[in-house]
């Protein structure tokens, strides 16, 4: 049998609109995903849709048509879209359907993520006094890492210098304004070491993908991106997560090294074949540290990988290349769509300014969120 | 003063955090679960430092019941060795002298409530021995 392909993507800019709905910026994107495979609606046979705050993606058949289409909804936190793309695929695998959808979308408000200590299973002192605040868990992980490993604030700097440069290239993108190391480093402090520039925010958009079984693309005369892996993984014993009162003294690993260790098996290849990778970056340490939990690099090598730009759009391994979540946002049902869309935007050689060099043939993705799960895809042309 | 909240404290002076304790496995967590598979273990009052962070803008309310005149405060993670690490403030130290593996000791801290109340919340400061040597 053969592989599960992408033949269709389409993105809504990420970022604020005023007056579009979740679900208008999800139906936006699937009319494009359509439009970019030569088909219609009803060519669709099934759905998988994800959104966290934005309402149930099966509302958009009102829109898109009524053809009685499979739609099921996704709701997995960060892993959202990945969740919907792994069941998207595996409906092609197991040779049921040939052609399919994964759409996800989000709107969320402006500011930090609210969070209620009862939604976590945790007593509410924790939250009076202070701790439901998921920018503390991030800055207390990368306090550590950079304490362990020798890496710079300068470092972390460096990773939003490259997310906006990057950024201001990609039409979808949100923050489109390139920012200056020192603007970035001297911004004001939200959580120690990270300064606002090197935080993402909740924002909106939507992606969808189009996927078909190897035959059906063929038949249709599309030229496939496949899909080699997909993989959705919880965390393992002795994780450090969001909102954790206390952690065990015995470390163990993430749920990112399970997906991506996975994801490499199922694919049969190594980190070294990736030509270009998008990483979750909530915040800038976290792309560092996915570098080395994914595989790319060891704990501590990030310092000199960023001091010599093999990140960037023409290093060894380009890193988010549109930016990643610190320039688009994250709408969380979007999001790890939106590093697919990207991917295959580069295989296909059609990243305009933003395009990496040499025809890459390998693309990676991450996701990676609360309360410790991760999505990893692998795509190959 | 009123600890934050019931069973956090023992009840001894000075007081020591009380952890849960699985039954099952031995693993310690902190706080100690309701129900019956944990039991209640008073953890060490010394511990070193595993990792920090300033917070710097005021948390949300709800669920922040902090005073509305904000100042910054210390998000810290201390190692009980052999326990568990406890997520607590840390007191007594100014932000530019916090350094990741230095000796810590438990020294519960007042937490001025919106509604005029001071309550204790679990902090550290650093260890008596490491500021005379």
Known sequence: MGDVCIIGIGIHPFGRTEGMSGVDQGVFAVREALRDAGLEWKDIQFAYGASEAAGNPDTMVDRLGLTGVQFINVRNGCAAGGSALFSAQMAIKSGECDIGLAVGFDKHPRGAFDAKPSEYNLPEWYGEAGYMVTTQFFANKIMRYMSLNGISRDTLGRVSEKAFRNGAKAPHAWRREPVPIDVILDAPMVSDPYSKFMFCSPAEGGVALILASEKKARELGITPIRLKAATMRTRPPGSFEVFAPSVDVERGGTATNIASRDAFEIAGIGPADVRVAQLQDTEAGAELMHMAENGFCADGEQEKWLAEGWTELNGKLPVNTDGGCLACGEPIGASGLRQVYENVVQLRGEGGERQVPGSPNTAYSHVYGAPGVSAVTILER | ?133
């Open chain 2, 1 to 133: 003063m009123q600890a934050i909240a019931e069973n956090l404290f023992t009840d001894e002076q000075p007081p020591r955090l009380i952890g849960g304790q699985s039954k099952a496995s031995g693993r310690i967590v902190f706080p100690c679960p309701e129900g019956d598979e944990f039991e209640p273990v008073a953890l060490s009052r010394e511990g070193t430092l595993w990792s920090y962070t300033i917070q710097r803008f005021r948390p949300k309310s709800p669920p922040y019941q902090g005073p509305e005149a904000f100042e910054p405060f210390s998000v810290a993670y201390v190692e009980l060795p052999g326990q568990v690490i406890v997520e607590a403030r840390l007191t007594d130290v100014a932000f530019e002298d916090i350094a990741i593996g230095m000796k810590l000791e438990f020294a519960p801290m007042p937490f001025e409530k919106s509604t005029g109340e001071t309550v204790l919340v679990p902090a550290f400061r650093p260890a008596a021995m490491a500021e005379a040597a």
